[in-house]
């Protein structure tokens, strides 16, 4: 009688895909991967070069300190009132409340798109806590389903979005890897047809093409040239998991208190009232923690880990805290961004600050944990946050720290509020 076939060698169910059904989709993936990074290169080039302006010969030129509490404010407020008027009368109102949306943004209509573009860039430059990364995402899923439905029709109105999004993050960490990690996460709660590896195919595609094109035209690196993690021992896996926990609990304060902040923005109704009074609000954390706390946060991580040494624990702490609450008030008033590029602001302070109280916690340990807890809780985004902390350090022993870390740090979050709410105002779970 003949054996039954161990499961490992039993054949799968889901037949690959022949080579001739895959390759029609490498063309328009990798225009989408090209299209989507020039597109966030652009809107972030400008948006720094009015930056630049803005902060630097501006406030010179009328005699006032370029991170002045004075310029500060005056800064914000404007930022405020900037963006509240390109949401009140640009067509499209910059789309919908920024606190609705995630990285997997729907597609809007073409009118909606300058004003979020416009939005986007004025918030960037202007200072407010966010990044680019969900309104990048935004408008290049809208811009590909809309131009992929008329110049291709017979393709699958479904696939545009995935190949926007997929590119988009490719190009915002330089990496195809961080697009396919997302997609197949997003792929394990549906129906496939086929194997994953075919499913990925093009998503593949269009990330890499964008992280090249990024590549190959801003050279963006995420290493922070902290020193390597040597051979692991226990104080570094203790280590690891206290700081992505507490990382984890302090990120799910922002998270609990999130609806209950953009209830009290919503009751001044309007957006001329709602961002102004955000931006005097971020103006405040700002004068408290200082121009390190502004912006979305990724150069000011570089300036943290550059030399760990210059600020006290009590500093880090201080910066952690107020970046979180401005992330909080940024996202809740009505600005257009992401929450990832502060986030790992919040979490790099906070594990320099573990660094600083236990010099025996390695800096680029307590970073990479930080970072990695603090994602957890933001995003939700289980493989964006490992991704993203790993990337930071560049030290392949943490890799296996930062997954056991990541364990209590997903215990702590999972099954609660995420950091995203519905039109009615109640959090996503």
């Not at 789309?95 to 995630?102: F, I, M, Q, S």
Request: hydrophobic share 55%; aromatic share 6%; proline share 9%.
């Amino acid at each position: 009688m003949a054996q039954e076939p161990h499961a490992s060698q039993a054949p799968s169910t889901a037949p690959t895909a022949p080579a001739r059904s895959l390759l029609p989709f490498i063309l328009p993936a990798a225009v989408v991967g090209v299209g989507a990074s020039l597109a966030f290169i652009g809107v972030s080039a400008v948006a720094e070069q009015l930056q630049r302006v803005l902060w630097g010969p501006l406030p010179g030129a009328l005699g006032v300190g370029p991170y002045s509490v004075l310029w500060i404010f005056v800064m914000l407020v404007a930022t405020g009132i900037a963006v509240g008027l390109v949401v009140w009368k640009v067509p499209g109102h910059a789309g919908p409340d920024p606190a609705t949306v995630g990285l997997n943004a729907p597609a809007m209509a073409p009118v909606v798109l300058p004003g979020l573009v416009l939005a986007t860039g004025l918030m960037l430059a202007g200072g407010p806590s966010l990044g680019p990364e969900n309104p990048i995402i935004a408008v290049n899923v809208s811009l590909a389903a809309w131009l992929g439905a008329r110049l291709m029709p017979r393709t699958p109105g479904s696939l545009w979005p995935v190949l926007a999004e997929s590119a988009t993050i490719g190009a915002l960490f330089g990496t195809p890897v961080a697009a396919a990690l997302v997609i197949s996460e997003a792929l394990a709660g549906r129906p496939m047809r086929g194997r994953l590896w075919d499913n990925l195919f093009a998503p593949l595609t269009a990330g890499a093409c964008g992280a090249i094109t990024t590549t190959l035209v801003s050279h963006p690196t995420f290493d922070l040239g902290l020193p390597p993690l040597g051979h692991p021992d226990a104080k570094d896996v203790l280590a690891a998991l206290v700081t992505a926990s507490a990382a984890a609990l302090l990120g799910m304060c922002a998270v609990y208190a999130f609806p209950y902040v953009h209830a009290a923005f919503r009751r001044l109704r309007h957006p001329m009232l709602m961002l102004p009074a955000g931006g005097v609000v971020l103006a405040a954390l700002g004068a408290l923690g200082g121009r390190l706390t502004l912006f979305k946060g990724l150069s000011e991580v570089g300036e943290l880990a550059h030399d760990p040494a210059a600020w006290s624990a009590g500093q880090f702490a201080v910066m952690a805290v107020v970046k979180l609450a401005a992330l909080l008030v940024a996202a809740s008033c009505g600005f257009r961004g992401g929450r990832i590029f502060p986030a790992v602001f919040v979490g790099a302070a906070l594990g320099l600050c573990a660094h600083a109280l236990v010099p025996a916690v390695h800096p680029a340990l307590g970073v990479a944990t930080g970072v990695l807890g603090m994602l957890l809780a933001v995003t939700r985004q289980g493989w964006v946050s490992l991704f993203t902390a790993a990337a930071l350090v560049a030290s392949p022993a943490i890799l296996a720290l930062l997954c056991i870390a990541s364990l209590p740090a997903w215990l702590l979050v999972t099954g609660r509020p995420q950091m995203q709410l519905r039109e009615d105002g109640t959090p996503l779970r």
